[in-house]
C-alpha cells in the first residue's frame, strides 16, 4: 500500500510539473519527461535527499540541448508546484527562477554548466545509447557533403536528403522513452545499411543521411512499418504515440541545414 501511494503520489507531481513547465513557457514538449525526471520525483516523494538527483537532470538537459534558461525555468516550475499552499492542486501561475532557492539554483547551474564543458572537451562520434552517430557528427558530416556537391557545382539537396523518425514520446515516461529510441535505432540500422550516416537528433528524432535514389521510398515505408511492428509487440510501450518517418529536403547552404538539425533536434 506505500508503494502504489508513494506511486500516485510521484505520477501526480510529475504530471502538475509538466504541466507548470509547459505553461510557463517549455518549448518542445515532447523532450521533457527525461529518465531523470522521474528520478527528481521520486527524490522529492521517497528518499527527501534531492541535489543528486536535481544535479543529474541538470546534466541531462545540457546534454539533450536544453538552454541554462528553459533549465531553470524548468526548476523554477518544479518549486512552485512544491511550494503551493495544500489544497491548491492547480497549475501554479507564478514561476519564476528568481524565486529559487540559492543553493538550488547554483548547483543545478553548475552541473549544467560542467556537462557542457564536457560535452565540448570529450566529444563523442556515438551515442552511447543507441550506438547511433551524435549529433554533432551528423553536422560535420553535412558540412562535407555540402563541400562535396560544391566542388560539382551541384546543389546537395539533389542528391541528398534526411529520413527522419521521431516517435510521439510526450505521454511517454522514465524508461520507455529509452527503449523507444533503441528499438528505433534498431531499424534504421537495418533498413539502411549501405554505409549511410545515422544519428541520434536530440532525445527523440533519429536521423538518417542518405542519397536519393528509386530505393528511398521503399526504405521510408519499411521503416515506418518495422518501428511500428516493434512496438506493438512490447506491452510496456503503450503510452508511445504515432511514429513519423518522413523524408527532409536539404537546404540551399550548410548553414540551413545546421539550423534544420538545431530545429529538429528539439522538436
Not at 518544479?78 to 514561476?95: E, K, M
Not at 534504421?188 to 545515422?198: C, K, Q
Request: hydrophobic share 45%.
Amino acid at each position: 500500500m506505500d508503494r502504489e501511494r508513494d506511486d500516485g503520489a510521484i505520477r501526480t507531481l510529475r504530471t502538475r510539473w509538466r504541466e507548470a513547465s509547459l505553461a510557463a513557457g517549455w518549448p518542445f514538449p515532447s523532450d521533457w519527461a527525461l529518465a531523470e525526471v522521474e528520478e527528481v520525483c521520486r527524490a522529492f516523494v521517497v528518499h527527501g535527499e534531492t541535489a543528486p538527483a536535481l544535479n543529474r537532470l541538470a546534466r541531462a538537459r545540457a546534454q539533450t540541448g536544453a538552454g541554462l534558461a528553459e533549465s531553470l525555468q524548468d526548476l523554477a516550475a518544479l518549486h512552485a508546484v512544491l511550494t503551493t499552499a495544500p489544497g491548491q492542486d492547480g497549475v501554479p501561475t507564478a514561476v519564476d527562477p528568481d524565486a529559487l532557492p540559492v543553493a538550488m539554483l547554483r548547483d543545478f547551474a553548475l552541473a549544467w554548466a560542467d556537462m557542457l564543458s564536457h560535452q565540448v572537451g570529450e566529444r563523442e562520434a556515438e551515442d552511447g545509447l543507441t550506438g547511433l552517430a551524435t549529433t554533432a557528427y551528423l553536422r560535420t558530416r553535412l558540412r562535407e557533403v555540402y563541400r562535396e556537391a560544391r566542388s560539382r557545382e551541384e546543389r546537395c539537396g539533389d542528391e541528398f536528403c534526411l529520413v527522419l523518425v521521431a516517435p510521439d514520446l510526450s505521454r511517454a515516461t522514465g524508461w520507455s522513452r529509452l527503449v523507444v529510441m533503441v528499438l528505433v535505432a534498431e531499424v534504421i540500422r537495418l533498413v539502411f545499411d549501405s554505409g549511410e550516416t545515422l544519428a541520434a537528433v536530440g532525445p527523440s528524432v533519429a536521423a538518417v543521411l542518405v542519397r536519393r535514389d528509386d530505393r528511398l521510398r521503399r526504405r521510408i515505408a519499411a521503416t515506418a512499418w518495422l518501428v511500428k511492428r516493434r512496438l506493438a509487440v512490447d506491452p510496456d510501450l503503450d503510452d508511445t504515440g504515432p511514429v513519423r518517418v518522413w523524408q527532409e529536403r536539404l537546404p540551399a547552404t550548410p548553414e540551413a541545414a545546421g539550423d534544420l538539425i538545431t530545429h529538429l533536434a528539439r522538436t
